[in-house]
C-alpha cells in the first residue's frame, strides 16, 4: 500500500543483486547474538523457512533497499521478532538478491513490496502487504498468533508481542481472511470481510481503508496505463482523466505524485470539475493510515487550494 515502492521491478538486475549481497554480508548482528532475525535466500529458503515453520512460525518480510516502506517497517518487524524471544522469527528475503523468490512472489500473484508472509507447518499465510505503525502492527500480529493459537498451531503465550508488560488486545481473525482475499485477487471477497468488521465496529479504520483499497483496485482493473495517461496530459483541466491516473499512480507506489496530481487539479478547476478531483483526493486519502504524514501534509495543501 508504496516512488515505484509496490513494483516488483529490478527484481533480476544484477548490480542490485550484488548490492543487495553485500548489505546483507554489512549487516550487524543483533544484540545478543539473537536467532529471532535471519536473512534468507533462495538457496536456503527451504531450509530456513519452510522446514524450521514446522517448529516455530516463521514471518517473511519481502523487501528491497529502494523500497521506502519496506525500511519503515522492517525495523518494527525486528524489534517485535526479538521481544518475541523465540516465540517465531522473522526471515528477511531481499528480492533484488533473490530473483527466485521475486519470481515466486509473482507467481503467487502478489503485486509488491513490502510484503509479509507467515509460514506456519509448511503453509504460507499473507500478513501484511504495506508499512503500518507500530501500534497497527502489533495488533496484526496478535490477531495472526491468537487465531493459530485456536487452531492449535502454537502453544498458549507464544508469540505474544508485548508492549509496557500487557499484551495487546486481539481483534476478529476476519481481517486476516480479508488481507488472503486481497493478496489472491478477490476483491469480491475482500469487500465482504472488511463490510463484515465495519458491521461490527463502524469507525474501524483498517476495514475503511481496506474498502478503498479494495474499490482503487476495482478501478484500474481495465484501464489501459498508457492511453490514461495519454488521456491525462491532452486533457489537464479533465478532472476524470487525472482521477485515472492519479489511481494508477497510487497504485504503483507514487503516491505523493497522486495526491499533487489532484492537488493541481483542483487549483486550475472550478465547478463540477474541482469538485470531482477534491472528492476523488479524498476517496484516495482513506487508502492510507489516517497517520501517514504524506495524508496530513496533502490535506493542508488541499485547503490552501480550496481556500
Known amino acids: 500500500m508504496t516512488s515505484s515502492d509496490f513494483s516488483l521491478h529490478g527484481a533480476v538486475d544484477l548490480g542490485a543483486r550484488q548490492a543487495a549481497a553485500k548489505r546483507a554480508q554489512q549487516r550487524p548482528a543483533p544484540a ?10 533462495d538457496a536456503t529458503f527451504n531450509a530456513e523457512v ?10 517473511v518480510d519481502f523487501w528491497a533497499d529502494w523500497c521506502q516502506p519496506c525500511k519503515q517497517l522492517g525495523p518494527i518487524l525486528e524489534k517485535l521478532a526479538n521481544e518475541a524471544a ?5 526471515a528477511k528475503v531481499d528480492i533484488d538478491a533473490n530473483p527466485g523468490l521475486a519470481q515466486q512472489l509473482s507467481r503467487m500473484g502478489v503485486q509488491g513490496i513490502p510484503f509479509v508472509a507467515a509460514v506456519v507447518g509448511g503453509q504460507m499465510l499473507p500478513v501484511l502487504n504495506s508499512a503500518a505503525p507500530e501500534p497497527q502492527v502489533r495488533q496484526v500480529l496478535d490477531q495472526l498468533f491468537d487465531a493459530l493459537r485456536e487452531q492449535g498451531l502454537m502453544p498458549e503465550g507464544a508469540g505474544q508481542a508485548q508492549e509496557g508488560g500487557e499484551a495487546q ?6 481481517q486476516m481472511e480479508a488481507e488472503a482475499a ?5 476483491l469480491d471477497a475482500a469487500a465482504s470481510a472488511f463490510g463484515k468488521i465495519l ?3 463502524p469507525n474501524d479504520t483498517y476495514a475503511k481503508s481496506g474498502l478503498a483499497l479494495v474499490e482503487l483496485q476495482r478501478r484500474v482493473e481495465g484501464l489501459d496505463p498508457q492511453q490514461a495517461r495519454k488521456d491525462a ?14 489511481d494508477l499512480d497510487l497504485v504503483e507506489g507514487r503516491v505523493e505524485e497522486a495526491f499533487d496530481r489532484l492537488i493541481g487539479t483542483v487549483r486550475r478547476t472550478s465547478g463540477d470539475e474541482r469538485d470531482t478531483a477534491r472528492k476523488h ?5 482513506e487508502v492510507l493510515p489516517p497517520d501517514d504524514p504524506r495524508v496530513a501534509k496533502a490535506r493542508r495543501r488541499l485547503s490552501s487550494a480550496l481556500f
Open 233 to 246: 496530459a491532452d486533457r489537464p483541466d479533465d478532472a476524470a482523466a487525472q482521477a485515472r491516473v492519479a
Open 32 to 41: 545478543g547474538g539473537s536467532s529471532s532475525v535471519i536473512d534468507v535466500t
Open 182 to 186: 486481497l493478496q489472491r485477487g478477490d
Open 281 to 285: 483526493l479524498l476517496s484516495l486519502f
Open 169 to 174: 488486545p486481539v481483534a476478529d481473525p476476519v
Open 199 to 201: 458491521e461490527t465496529t
Open 86 to 90: 523465540g516465540g517465531w522469527v522473522l
Open 50 to 59: 519452510i522446514d524450521r515453520s514446522r517448529d516455530v512460525p516463521v514471518l
